[in-house]
Structure formats: structure tokens, C-alpha cells
């Protein structure tokens, strides 16, 4: 009997510290089972709509020299764009934000500097909001009024943060990766099938493709039906739920 019991425990204490070392190797590769009380908090990716619009956005940090070809291949579709811009882009670029807002595209906020925002303070993070938006203001006279970090790097403080700004935080729901220069195939591939009515989808400018594929992209998605408009266009205000993607579904 002594036996059995002793050989009993054993095993108990065996299955114990396996558990342990399990539990220390989730921790260990960053935490992402880690158990909390503070339910997180999902931005706008996507809508649900009826009506096959879609949003074109697009991320300035780079360059200005392919945006007259853009605006030229939006215009040749009534396509009505969101670009999200920084304020050091906005700054360098006066001449492109006044022409991007003159043919009734939306300006939104990229950062300043294109800092990752999840390494700042929450104070620094509304400085950066507010010194980005000033910079657009001086540069256009638009004040944003919709957010993205730079490579959608967020957190629950980020959203709270935009929020108490008065901002929207805006993500996608297509990504064109094309600031990996893929090439039109590639980039319609990852777009044309895939879309659905209330998407948002991010291209870049500065890019070695982007401004060449356009075209072909929007010729696509409208030979799919789609039409499109401007995120502030598409999303709603009120009444409305956030799903676990991020789609935005009204009440």
C-alpha cells in the first residue's frame, strides 16, 4: 500500500511540473496566452454593407513623385480615396496634400514620423497625434479626424489614445503588400477575389508599382460590381457593433 501511494504522488508530481514547464514555454515566446482581464479592444477593419462600396486608402510616407498619377487614375474611376499621411510627408509635400484634397479625397492621420506607437507613452502618443495633425492642417487646412498607426501597430492604449483625440482608428481589410513591389498580378490576386462590400483596402504611394497597377485593380473590382468611397463614407457613427475582426455591423 505504501508503495502505491508513494508511486501515486509521484506521478502527481511529475504531471505538476510538466505543467509548469508547459505554461513557462507559452510565456516564453511572448506572452500571447497569457490570461487577462482587460478584453481588447478591436479598431474598424471593415463594414458591413449592402451596397458594394468599397474604401481606397492609401499610407504617404515616401515620395510625392507618383501621387499626379494616382489622382489622375482615381479621377478616371469617380474613385474618392483616403489618404493617410505624416506629418513630416504633409510638411514636404504642401503642393500634393492641396491637390489630393481639391479633387475631394480624405485626409487622414499617419503619425508624424512614422514611430512605432505600441514603444510610446500614452502622453507621447497624443503628442505625436496632435503635432501630426497640425502639420497637415498648416499644409491643406484639413484636420484629420481618422487614425492609423504606422504599420497598424496598435494596442488597447493606442485606440484610447486616438479616442480621446477625437479620431477614429481606421485598419484594412485587403492589404495590396505592395510596398513589397509585387507586381499587378500579384496585388489583383490579393484583392479581386477576395473583396466584399464594406472592405477597406491599403495600397502605399512611393511604391515601384502601385501607381502602374491602379487601373487594373479598380477596373477589376468594378467589372465586380464595386464602387467606391471614402472611409468617413462608408463606416459608421453610431448605432453599430465591432465584431471580433474588426467589421463594423449596425444595430
Not at 502601385?210 to 462608408?234: C, M, N, P, Q
Request: proline content about 2%; hydrophobic content about 35%.
Amino acid at each position: 500500500m505504501k508503495i502505491f501511494v508513494t508511486d501515486k504522488y509521484r506521478v502527481l508530481t511529475f504531471m505538476l511540473i510538466c505543467t509548469v514547464i508547459g505554461i513557462g514555454a507559452i510565456l516564453s515566446r511572448g506572452g500571447s496566452q497569457t490570461v487577462s482581464n482587460t478584453p481588447r479592444i478591436i479598431p474598424i477593419y471593415s463594414v458591413e454593407r449592402d451596397d458594394n462600396k468599397l474604401a481606397v486608402t492609401f499610407d504617404c510616407a515616401w515620395g510625392s513623385d507618383d501621387i499626379d498619377s494616382i489622382l489622375s487614375t482615381l479621377k478616371k474611376h469617380d474613385c474618392k480615396a483616403t489618404f493617410f499621411v505624416l506629418g513630416t510627408w504633409a510638411e514636404k509635400n504642401s503642393d500634393a496634400m492641396k491637390k489630393i484634397v481639391s479633387e475631394g479625397h480624405e485626409i487622414g492621420n499617419h503619425s508624424y514620423n512614422h514611430t512605432h506607437y505600441t514603444t510610446l507613452t500614452s502622453d507621447k502618443m497624443l503628442e505625436d497625434i496632435k503635432k501630426a495633425n497640425e502639420s497637415i492642417k498648416k499644409s491643406c487646412g484639413i484636420s484629420p479626424v481618422l487614425f492609423r498607426a504606422p504599420s497598424g501597430d496598435y494596442n488597447n492604449t493606442v485606440i484610447e489614445v486616438c479616442h480621446s483625440a477625437q479620431m477614429e482608428y481606421i485598419q484594412w481589410s485587403l492589404d495590396s503588400l505592395d510596398w513589397r513591389n509585387l507586381s499587378c498580378e500579384q496585388m489583383m490576386e490579393r484583392i479581386v477575389p477576395k473583396a466584399k462590400s464594406g472592405d477597406i483596402l491599403l495600397f502605399h504611394n512611393g511604391t515601384k508599382y502601385t501607381a502602374k497597377s491602379l487601373d487594373s485593380i479598380l477596373t477589376a473590382l468594378e467589372g465586380k460590381g464595386f464602387s467606391f468611397a471614402r472611409v468617413s463614407d462608408i463606416i459608421y457613427k453610431e448605432n453599430y457593433i465591432t465584431d471580433h475582426t474588426g467589421r463594423q455591423i449596425p444595430k
